[in-house]
């Protein structure tokens, strides 16, 4: 099982790249718990609001988190 930190800055590299990260892909490859996602997606969210002054936004036709276009 791969640690907290590593999962996390697996999703932000996939939210940075574009593909964005879905809930039941990342639940299931990383083995954490859907209330786990969402921490982990709001700590993302801060730090892309904080940092870049972008937003991570749920794309409920793609099912996805990604970055809001600009």
């Known amino acids: 099982m ?7 800055l697996l ?3 996939a939210i940075r790249m574009g593909t964005g990260v879905k ?5 299931g490859m990383y083995d954490i ?8 997606v709001a ?3 801060a730090y892309f609001m904080e940092q870049f002054g972008q937003n991570v936004v749920y794309d409920s ?6 970055l809001e276009s600009a």
Do not use: G, Q
């Open 43 to 45: 700590f993302l969210r």
């Open 2 to 8: 791969k640690n907290k930190s590593y999962i996390v």
């Open 61 to 66: 036709s793609e099912k996805r988190y990604r």
């Open 23 to 27: 809930i039941d892909e990342c639940c």
């Open 11 to 13: 999703m932000y590299d």
């Open 33 to 40: 718990s859907v209330a786990t996602f969402r921490r982990h």
